[in-house]
């Protein structure tokens, strides 16, 4: 290994040292959360400034099977910033239930360790193997409470479901290579151009291999009709974890679309473009409406995930039609969500920090009254969620929808459905909001109070939301950077 290999993947194995940090300060210091944390939030910082130092000058390492540019930068920051805020929002929920701590952080730093290699993936093995690193250490997660039922019912559908679409994936990237002769990206990008202009024959086996990478990346990013274990996973979860998984995998899975479909796929992506509308358009729409019929406020925000899912590849579908813009508001998108999806979770997940309460809306009643900035904090989460200016959700779905209608064609169909399952949207979100201020509670709150570090993580999603909705603008200059530095 070189010593310029070195300084480029410093970020990386800044992370992985920081997970084994964290590892050693619970054997010298066992049960001690505030060593762990220390350890944590410590090591966090120091990877987001090495990310911020070896991102200001664009370099290749390992012969080109691993990059860092503008857009490795930007995930890696909100990737950092992810599980910054789950470890911020966890102790609280954790403790009670006698779940450690310190291991939490540990796994969670660990998954980070896979999303940052897939952003920085130039070589398809390399892709392969970022994307395991992140899911495992996700498994490990939903199960996390191992006494509790549903959390291992969970786990066991998240891991099978799991490793039948990585299985999949993987048919499918050895079809890719097989065709193309080469596992770099830059490679099979310059062979699949060649076919499309003619100079290299047509192969049957590119079609087997797009339907397998596909299928895949659909059951990653939990699209209709590969969605079937993100409710269970995400209801049995500790809500702590619920919240990340949320967040964390989808954009790490949106991060492996960009380096295969936008990097290496995209001299075919005229034929990929009719697969993807369709898949934004049931995603949104079924998930939107599975959403209404919840009662439990987790299962809920599972189903809106999805529906999420589908307003994101609206901007894949506006970029593969054409609009570099697309891909800004996709990344736009990813960062907005991240926080106001975190924000909300954060609540849910301080309702329920004595054991035996649930997610159910009965547990939302009243607490306008009983806790007033705690529901005026889920309001403005579930007005951005909604898509109300002037949110980070409102500008948010904006940006991927004006692309997809300059697009023009069968994309402006597939925006006008975007407003509509944005307004259905809003009849389920709301109804957090009215039983929180106009419902009685139903029994006697638990007035203790929340611990600093859940504040801290509130008060932070919360002037993200706000700053990303007025002021776009400098986060529109880091993303338009990203995109551009797709090749």
Same mark, same amino acid.
């Given at each position: 290994?070189?010593?310029?290999?070195?300084?480029?993947?410093?970020?990386?194995?800044?992370?992985?040292?920081?997970?084994?940090?964290?590892?050693?300060?619970?054997?010298?210091?066992?049960?001690?959360?505030?060593?762990?944390?220390?350890?944590?939030?410590?090591?966090?910082?120091?990877?987001?400034? &090495?990310? =911020?130092?070896?991102?200001?000058? *664009?370099?290749?390492?390992? %012969? @080109?099977?691993?990059?860092? /540019? #503008? !857009?490795? +930068?930007?995930?890696?920051?909100?990737?950092?910033?992810?599980?910054?805020?789950?470890?911020?929002?966890?102790?609280?929920?954790?403790?009670?239930?006698?779940?450690?701590?310190?291991?939490?952080?540990?796994?969670?730093?660990?998954?980070?360790?896979?999303?940052?290699?897939?952003?920085?993936?130039?070589?398809?093995?390399?892709?392969? &193997?970022? =994307?395991?690193?992140?899911?495992? *250490?996700?498994?490990?997660? %939903? @199960?996390?409470?191992?006494? /509790? #039922? !549903?959390? +291992?019912?969970?786990?066991?559908?998240?891991?099978?479901?799991?490793?039948?679409?990585?299985?999949?994936?993987?048919?499918?990237?050895?079809?890719?290579?097989?065709l193309s002769g080469s596992t770099r990206i830059a490679d099979v990008a310059a062979h699949l151009s060649s076919m499309v202009s003619g100079s290299a024959p047509f192969s049957p086996g590119l079609a087997m291999g797009l339907a397998f990478l596909t299928t895949g990346v659909a059951f990653k990013i939990a699209a209709v009709p590969?969605?079937?274990?993100?409710?269970?996973?995400?209801?049995?979860?500790?809500?702590?974890?619920?919240?990340?998984?949320?967040?964390?995998?989808?954009?790490?899975?949106?991060?492996?679309?960009?380096?295969?479909?936008?990097?290496?796929?995209?001299?075919?992506?005229?034929?990929?473009?009719?697969?993807?509308?369709?898949?934004?358009?049931?995603?949104?729409?079924?998930?939107?409406?599975?959403?209404?019929?919840?009662?439990?406020?987790?299962?809920?925000?599972?189903?809106?995930?999805?529906?999420?899912?589908?307003?994101?590849?609206?901007?894949?579908?506006?970029?593969?039609?054409?609009?570099?813009?697309?891909?800004?508001?996709?990344?736009?998108?990813?960062?907005?969500?991240?926080?106001?999806?975190?924000?909300?979770?954060?609540?849910?997940?301080?309702?329920?920090?004595?054991?035996?309460?649930?997610?159910?809306?009965?547990?939302?009643?009243?607490?306008?009254?009983?806790?007033?900035?705690?529901?005026?904090?889920?309001?403005?989460?579930?007005?951005?969620?909604?898509?109300?200016?002037?949110?980070?959700?409102?500008?948010?779905?904006?940006?991927?929808?004006?692309?997809?209608?300059?697009?023009?064609?069968?994309?402006?169909?597939?925006?006008?459905?975007?407003?509509?399952?944005?307004?259905?949207?809003?009849?389920?979100?709301?109804?957090?909001?009215?039983?929180?201020?106009?419902?009685?509670?139903?029994?006697?709150?638990?007035?203790?109070?929340?611990?600093?570090?859940?504040?801290?993580?509130?008060?932070?999603?919360?002037?993200?939301?706000?700053?990303?909705?007025?002021?776009?603008?400098?986060?529109?200059?880091?993303?338009?950077?990203?995109?551009?530095?797709?090749?």
């Open positions: 290994m070189a010593w310029a290999d070195l300084v480029t993947i410093a970020p990386l194995a800044g992370a992985i040292l920081v997970a084994a940090a964290i590892v050693v300060a619970d054997m010298i210091r066992p049960g001690d959360r505030t060593a762990a944390l220390i350890v944590s939030f410590a090591g966090l910082a120091i990877v987001a400034a &090495l990310t =911020l130092l070896t991102g200001r000058t *664009p370099a290749d390492a390992f %012969a @080109g099977a691993y990059r860092v /540019d #503008a !857009l490795t +930068t930007f995930l890696d920051l909100l990737f950092v910033s992810i599980v910054a805020l789950t470890i911020l929002f966890a102790p609280d929920y954790l403790e009670p239930r006698g779940l450690p701590v310190a291991e939490f952080a540990a796994v969670l730093v660990f998954a980070m360790t896979g999303a940052m290699l897939i952003s920085a993936s130039a070589d398809l093995l390399v892709l392969f &193997l970022g =994307l395991e690193l992140m899911v495992l *250490p996700g498994y490990l997660l %939903a @199960g996390y409470a191992k006494h /509790d #039922a !549903l959390s +291992t019912e969970g786990a066991i559908k998240y891991f099978l479901l799991g490793s039948f679409s990585s299985a999949i994936f993987l048919f499918g990237l050895a079809f890719i290579w097989g590969f969605h079937y274990w993100t409710p269970d996973a995400y209801q049995g979860s500790p809500t702590p974890i619920t919240g990340y998984l949320s967040v964390g995998p989808k954009v790490g899975a949106f991060a492996l679309i960009l380096r295969l479909f936008v990097g290496a796929l995209d001299p075919v992506k005229a034929d990929w473009l009719v697969v993807i509308v369709v898949l934004a358009a049931l995603t949104m729409t079924l998930g939107n409406l599975v959403a209404l019929t919840q009662d439990n406020v987790k299962r809920m925000l599972a189903y809106s995930s999805i529906a999420h899912t589908g307003y994101m590849l609206v901007g894949l579908a506006a970029y593969a039609a054409g609009r570099i813009e697309g891909i800004e508001g996709l990344l736009y998108y990813a960062a907005a969500y991240t926080f106001m999806n975190l924000g909300a979770f954060a609540v849910v997940a301080a309702l329920q920090r004595r054991p035996g309460v649930t997610s159910q809306l009965d547990t939302f009643a009243g607490l306008g009254r009983r806790e007033p900035i705690l529901g005026i904090l889920m309001t403005l989460f579930m007005l951005s969620l909604t898509g109300i200016p002037p949110t980070a959700g409102f500008f948010a779905k904006f940006s991927v929808i004006l692309p997809a209608i300059q697009a023009g064609g069968w994309l402006t169909a597939l925006a006008v459905l975007a407003v509509l399952n944005a307004a259905a949207a809003a009849f389920y979100y709301l109804r957090v909001v009215v039983y929180m201020f106009m419902r009685e509670p139903a029994g006697e709150a638990d007035r203790s109070p929340h611990s600093s570090l859940v504040w801290t993580g509130l008060w932070a999603t919360t002037v993200l939301t706000i700053v990303l909705g007025l002021f776009p603008g400098p986060l529109l200059a880091i993303v338009g950077d990203a995109a551009r530095a797709l090749p």
